[in-house]
């Protein structure tokens, strides 16, 4: 797949569609790949797998805004985030050249270890197995058992948006797990359960923004958080009620924008499953105004920003049982 | 100093005896992530895992914690001093990595003057080290000199074969070790023979480890303008998102911010971790030093790799820990950066 | 006297004198709870002033060691808590912690040398200190020359202090510069960096320069075409600090901290550190 992409990115490169490639950089370790932006000497070290999981999109805004046009490689689910930054007018569309790349499912490398997998020296995948060298031994996987949990929920194999779609011919990578299990789940226990259960996680959050500032939801010039003129900038938690409040406003933000990207989740050094937080909203948002897929459409109305006869009302938290 | 052993199975009991006297800190799995909690005897202990996901200088250096109070009344303010009462503690399986983090530490808390907020904990605490068992391809302490299978701490642990051995380093070790050496049995020289093996058996291990022979060849106060002046920190801060993950997640990241909270009662003032990688950590009325990215994350590399030992003898404020590695959003760390500037990249 | 020596927990002082100097600068006059002064100080050396709940954060000491009677702090309006401190009046208590620093070397290097001091805008603060320290111990200092300019004449922070003491004081040359003509104004009109080249001074002089940074920048270089060396110029820094003790890691540079390695510099230090401030 890496060889094909690179044969696509030269081609555009060569007759001048776009003039750089925003893709994934080779790391040390086979897993750790990083975002980075190719010229075409340097595409030697491009790589697309399973590991290639950053979200791409959110670069594009400071990308876009540069001179010339970028290459950017999207999975089906990065283009969802893509169009929403469109429709939130951050990204340049004209200064960015969509190649659609196939996706079977990103890999959790925290997956991997929790199977005490340590010491790994390389990892091939080799159809839907993984052949795992470490300085322990060879070791092979079932791909499915490690797959990334937001893929266990994909959205389809569709790119929402791309000027060009690089095919591989491999069959399609489907959701196993229906997406808001957990929140009905979350939704069935007693508040003091569901209580203990955040609690539970969000004691865990260091406050490092990686969550934030990794989400292409969360694209404002200065956050709030950062802002000291608004009274609530902090660095830390200073107690339980900052720990939570920083997570639920953050979701209130995205409400309505978030794609269900999972990288929030994806990034949180603390294992902290902030996705479920949004899934909420956009479980409500489903009920309450009808399905709505951020970023699938960018000619859609967004349903928080738009106002209809029949919407609920205020009510509704009381109908529901709130106080 | 005399060393000792107990089986596998009694540690519980270890661990309670201790616990007795004074609050007793080990890697407990809570919510899937394992960190250093208080131990009691429900607590789900993982001895095993190699590192905690943070690390352990919260117990020295909390995360927050609070200087002093003020009261404010008309013109007239007045201070009360309310730090977080110290009490004795234990910190048991401290890798090899955090233990010589604890030094990074000391140098710039116990430096004068004194920050006697840190000196109070590190007074109080006794550090139990673990040497280390199957290490992972992110672990490079050997290259900062830290032998894994020799960890340092007031007393060190070896696990072999269902056995903790215990030897006691240090004054502080030996008086722990005397409150808890009923339950233990003195340690021969078969015993000492099976330790020797096991260290043996984990240098080979590490010999093995792709980052072990990581080449720090350039990083030194004397290279410090080539180093900063260096082209390649653009590419490496490219992606960067500016977030603190690899800062709250380091062992030796030790800045600080001081802040004032006005609960209405009076004002507490506070300090918590703070990291270089955000956006306002030297933003001034009229701006900062640091516009972008590149040089935010250029200053916690150079930092750690050539300010920090141009100041300290060559000590540099990385241990090798290797959870930056496994931690970053994006996958950039120190290794990456080390390999891109120093060894044969090093001109 | 203090219980406790943690370096953070500040003493409280109170305000005696508030005294406006331009639109945007005030001078408090700062004193210890018992009408003593908080510290003793060496010339170019910063304190901690904090009003809790604000903020705090460090202030050139702008009275001169040699006044026992009090502290004095020159401070523009320039953010949230120079805002504040700029509403204060007379018995307003804040909270003062210090001395920090390195001052500058008035008892070593500076002695038996003749001194030129160059300052723009508020940056006369950390000189007014310096420059009164030399009046007071006249005779251990060859000439002094003061070159000092600001945007316009309101801007000229201790105008009536130059005028009067400054300027009538035998020994000492004032050289006042605004940056466009005024009304009222027939001194002398243009940048300091080029009035400081126009005044082509003698090159065996010690200079101190301090003022904004692209203002340092110009001057030094003048100085360096008129013949100076950077041994001979010495400036002073200004960056983020928190705890003002080189341990929160703010106003790290290179492997200096600018709060107790600075925040005076001999410029040819200035060469060796990254060029980041």
């Not at chain 2, 990074?104 to 605490?125: C, H, I, M, W």
């Not at chain 2, 960067?240 to 006005?262: A, E, K």
């Not at chain 3, 401190?85 to 500076?110: C, K, N, S, W």
Request: aromatic letters at 10%.
């Amino acid at each position: 797949m890496t060889e094909l992409i690179k044969a696509k990115v030269s081609e555009l490169l060569a007759n001048q569609t776009a003039d750089r490639v925003l893709g994934w950089k080779k790391g040390e370790f086979f897993y750790d790949e990083t975002p980075a932006v190719f010229q075409a000497e340097e595409l030697d070290d491009l790589v697309y797998d399973g590991f290639s999981a950053p979200n791409l999109s959110k670069y594009l805004i400071k990308e876009s805004k540069k001179e010339g046009k970028v290459i950017a490689l999207l999975k089906p689910c990065d283009t969802y985030s893509f169009n929403q930054l469109i429709m939130e007018h951050r990204i340049n569309r004209d200064n960015v050249y969509v190649v659609g790349v196939p996706c079977r499912g990103n890999l959790d490398i925290n997956k991997i270890r929790e199977k005490g997998i340590k010491g790994i020296q390389s990892i091939k995948e080799q159809g839907d197995e993984l052949i795992i060298e470490t300085i322990y031994g060879t070791k092979t996987l079932p791909r499915e058992e490690v797959i990334l949990d937001r893929c266990l929920c994909c959205k389809g194999s569709q790119h929402m948006v791309a000027d060009e779609v690089i095919e591989s011919g491999e069959p399609a990578w489907e959701a196993k797990a229906d997406r808001f299990e957990m929140v009905t789940k979350l939704e069935n226990m007693t508040s003091d359960e569901r209580f203990a259960f955040w609690r539970g996680e969000l004691s865990k959050c260091i406050r490092c923004n990686a969550c934030r500032n990794v989400c292409p939801a969360c694209s404002c010039l200065q956050c709030v958080f950062d802002d000291p003129a608004s009274k609530v900038q902090a660095k830390s938690n200073a107690d339980d009620f900052e720990e939570n409040m920083f997570h639920i406003i953050r979701a209130f933000h995205v409400a309505g924008r978030c794609t269900d990207c999972g990288e929030c989740s994806r990034v949180c050094p603390q294992g902290i499953p902030l996705h479920l937080l949004n899934r909420k909203f956009i479980k409500d948002i489903d009920t309450f105004y009808g399905e709505y897929q951020a970023g699938a459409d960018i000619e859609a109305k967004g349903p928080l920003t738009e106002f209809n006869k029949d919407d609920v009302e205020p009510s509704i938290v009381k109908e529901r049982g709130g106080k | 100093m005399m060393m000792y052993k107990i089986n596998v199975d009694r540690l519980p009991e270890l661990y309670a005896k201790m616990a007795e006297s004074r609050a007793l800190y080990l890697p407990i799995e809570k919510n899937d992530q394992v960190e250093f909690h208080p131990w009691n005897a429900d607590a789900c202990v993982r001895l095993d895992k190699l590192n905690t996901a943070k690390s352990a200088k919260d117990l020295f250096f909390p995360q927050t914690e609070n200087l002093m109070k003020f009261k404010m009344q008309g013109k007239n303010i007045s201070i009360e001093e309310n730090r977080d009462p110290v009490e004795p503690f234990v910190l048991f399986g401290v890798r090899a990595c955090d233990v010589r983090s604890f030094d990074v530490l000391d140098k710039v808390f116990l430096a004068d003057p004194v920050d006697t907020f840190y000196q109070s904990r590190r007074e109080n605490g006794v550090v139990i080290s673990m040497a280390c068992h199957e290490p992972e391809e992110t672990c490079f302490c050997h290259a900062f000199g830290i032998d894994a299978a020799d960890p340092a701490g007031d007393i060190s642990c070896w696990m072999v074969e269902g056995t903790l051995y215990w030897k006691p380093l240090t004054e502080k070790g030996q008086a722990l070790t005397e409150t808890v050496s009923a339950l233990m049995e003195q340690a021969g020289d078969q015993d000492q023979a099976k330790v020797e093996e096991s260290q043996k058996a984990l240098h080979a291990v590490m010999e093995k480890l792709p980052l072990y022979d990581l080449d720090l060849t350039g990083f030194d106060g004397d290279h410090l303008l080539e180093k900063f002046n260096s082209e390649k920190w653009a590419k490496l801060s490219e992606a960067c998102l500016g977030c603190g993950s690899c800062t709250f997640v380091c062992p030796t990241c030790q800045c600080y911010d001081i802040r004032d909270y006005d609960n209405g009662h009076g004002v507490q003032r506070y300090r918590c971790w703070d990291s270089c990688m955000y956006s306002d950590f030297t933003m001034m009325a009229h701006g900062t030093p640091r516009k972008t990215q590149l040089e935010k994350f250029r200053q916690r590399f150079m930092h750690k790799l050539v300010y920090f030992p141009s100041n300290n003898d060559g000590m540099y404020s990385c241990v090798g820990c290797g959870r930056c590695l496994t931690k970053c959003p994006i996958s950039m760390n120190i290794v990456k950066v080390i390999k891109a500037l120093g060894g044969e990249n090093h001109a | 006297m203090r219980e406790t020596m943690e370096a953070l927990i500040p003493t409280i002082g109170v305000v005696t004198d508030v005294r406006v100097d331009t639109p945007d600068v005030k001078t408090f006059r700062v004193n210890s709870l018992d009408g003593g002064i908080p510290f003793d100080h060496m010339p170019g050396q910063c304190a901690m002033l904090s009003i809790p709940g604000v903020g705090e954060a460090m202030f050139s000491i702008t009275s001169s060691p040699t006044n026992k009677e009090y502290k004095e702090f020159s401070i523009k309006k320039c953010g949230c808590l120079t805002d504040w401190l700029h509403q204060m009046e007379v018995g307003q208590q804040i909270t003062i912690r210090g001395p920090y620093g390195h001052a500058f070397p008035v008892d070593t290097e500076f002695v038996g040398k003749d001194l030129l001091f160059i300052a723009g805008g508020i940056g006369l603060a950390p000189l007014h200190s310096v420059i009164n320290y030399c009046r007071h111990y006249r005779d251990r200092y060859g000439s002094i020359d003061i070159v000092y300019g600001s945007r316009s004449k309101d801007d000229l922070v201790d105008y009536q202090e130059i005028l009067n003491e400054w300027c009538t004081e035998e020994g000492i040359n004032v050289y006042l510069t605004i940056d466009r003509p005024q009304e009222g104004w027939d001194g002398h009109v243009g940048f300091v960096p080029n009035y400081v080249k126009e005044l082509n001074f003698d090159v065996n002089k010690t200079a101190v320069i301090c003022g904004p940074p692209i203002m340092i920048k110009f001057t030094l270089a003048g100085l360096q075409e008129l013949g100076f060396e950077k041994t001979q110029v010495y400036t002073t820094m200004e960056l983020r600090m928190k705890c003002g003790i080189g341990k929160c890691g703010r106003c790290n540079i290179g492997d200096k901290y600018v709060c107790k390695d600075g925040p005076v510099f001999r410029c040819d230090q200035l060469d060796e550190l990254p060029n980041e401030y």
